[in-house]
């Protein structure tokens, strides 16, 4: 369910819950957040600590020696020395050689699988790269975590002389306990507000909602042929009193204006319609009138041509009585509204069906693909179609090749038909007009085509649109969702 088709007082409830269970997860987030940032910080301080200090003791036991301070000789000088100073610092000790060979560990236990390792070539190559000659990774062993250390430890005249290797274990077990106890915490805790906070959202609701629904009533009885009661309410808030002065203001002028303008409408359609139903059929009543006139005047039964002239009199007022209706079809199609028919048709074969009532070889159908399923009524889509190259062939002048390109194609779930021609174009003074009822620059024609095709495809959610240039061609789109 949509959150904007619930109720306010719902939608309050909602809100003030998720207000509260928002809070306490932000809560907990920046938390654990804190509890990961202080553990890190604090382990990696305490680490350098005990770097310092062993680099300290280890110096010292260096500068004291009787040994050749080189590298080989390492193992002799630490030999008794760094054992205690592991010992001391509770922290295991590993030396390694300049190449990242083994030289000799604080336990020695593990000398012959420390013999057996050598330092990775990333850790001499971050180890000789960084400005502090000092590298510490984060690795996981046996299922605990450490933190190792990497760094030279100098000879006296301040150059690398080997590696020293910690390898800190992250013993945080108060840590760890201390993070679970403060989430149960903020869990009690936030499940005593959210039980307060329904408490105050069940009664702030029901005291904001209660006018609401009372003025809510009223609007849903509203009516615009009939009169309508104001609302009165005691004892409500100055918000609610405004709403409730601008809707009884809004009943006193609906029924001043309601009859006015219902009248006024009325007369002014049926106005307009009368105007152009008896001008379109006046045209053909004329020469009408006038045929008729000059058979009563040359009608000679004598006459050996009678017949022949008979056929021409009958065939002119034939045609005109053919005008005639096509201009009483004309307003109906415009006048009835297309009912949606919700048909999946392939849009590219009815286009190109279209195209078959006209059976000229200067229209072509350039489709993008063979099928477009979209949601369409067969009849008002040829409608559509069949309009738009009538408008596109009339448009081009006497003398002219005509060519007239149709397209087919789809965009973001969008079915676009395009009917391109290369007739004369439409003003820029006639393009704001161009979809008005009436509206036509052609001799003949009641300016109704346009205006049924945008009205086809606007009760479709379409939109159509055009682009024209004087003297090149026009360009109309119809866009419609395809389903």
């Not at 274990?169 to 106890?181: G, R």
């Not at 004892?235 to 009193?241: A, T």
Request: charged letters at 25%; hydrophobic letters at 40%.
């Amino acid at each position: 369910m949509k959150l904007k088709k619930l109720s306010l007082r719902v939608r309050i409830f909602i809100a003030m819950i998720m207000l509260v269970l928002l809070s306490s997860i932000l809560i907990a987030a920046v938390a654990t957040y804190q509890y990961h940032e202080e553990r890190q910080e604090y382990h990696e301080k305490r680490l350098d600590r005990k770097e310092r200090a062993i680099i300290t003791s280890l110096t010292y036991v260096l500068y004291q020696t009787s040994y050749e301070i080189i590298t080989e000789k390492v193992p002799y000088i630490f030999k008794d020395e760094i054992s205690k100073t592991a010992d001391i610092h509770n922290q295991a000790i590993d030396i390694y050689d300049l190449d990242g060979g083994f030289l000799i560990s604080s336990k020695s236990e593990l000398k012959l699988e420390r013999e057996r390792e050598c330092l990775r070539a990333e850790v001499l190559n971050a180890l000789s790269n960084t400005a502090a000659h000092r590298f510490v990774e984060e690795r996981k062993e046996g299922g605990e975590d450490f933190l190792s250390s990497y760094i030279y430890i100098l000879d006296k005249k301040h150059k690398p002389l080997a590696i020293i290797n910690l390898p800190y274990l992250e013993e945080d077990e108060y840590l760890a306990k201390e993070l679970p106890e403060f989430l149960a915490r903020l869990g009690y805790t936030s499940l005593v507000v959210l039980l307060i906070a329904i408490g105050l959202a069940f009664f702030v609701s029901k005291y904001i909602t209660k006018s609401l629904k009372a003025i809510g009533d009223k609007l849903r009885t509203t009516r615009l042929e009939r009169r309508n009661e104001k609302i009165v309410i005691d004892n409500v808030s100055e918000e609610i009193s405004l709403l409730v002065n601008s809707y009884n203001s809004m009943i006193d002028e609906l029924e001043e204006s309601a009859v006015q303008l219902a009248t006024s409408e009325r007369e002014q359609a049926w106005r307009e319609m009368a105007k152009q139903v008896a001008h379109e059929i006046k045209n053909p009543l004329t020469p009408m009138r006038l045929t008729v006139q000059s058979f009563q005047r040359k009608f000679d039964p004598l006459d050996e041509n009678i017949r022949h002239k008979l056929d021409e009199y009958s065939k002119t007022l034939i045609q005109q009585i053919d005008t005639m209706s096509t201009i009483a079809g004309a307003f109906s199609n415009f006048a009835k509204m297309p009912a949606q028919q919700n048909e999946m048709l392939n849009v590219v074969e009815v286009v190109h069906l279209s195209l078959d009532i006209f059976n000229e070889n200067y229209i072509t159908f350039q489709p993008d693909r063979e099928e477009l399923i979209a949601k369409f009524d067969r009849t008002q889509l040829i409608r559509v179609v069949t309009n738009l190259i009538k408008n596109g062939i009339q448009a081009i002048p006497e003398g002219q090749s005509p060519k007239i390109i149709v397209t087919v194609s789809e965009e973001n779930e969008t079915v676009a038909i395009t009917v391109s021609d290369n007739g004369i174009g439409i003003t820029e003074d006639n393009k704001p007009k161009i979809f008005e009822p009436k509206f036509t620059t052609k001799t003949s024609g009641m300016g109704l085509g346009l205006p049924m095709v945008k009205n086809i495809v606007e009760t479709y959610g379409g939109t159509i649109t055009f682009v024209s240039q004087e003297g090149e061609g026009t360009t109309f789109t119809v866009a419609f969702p395809k389903e």
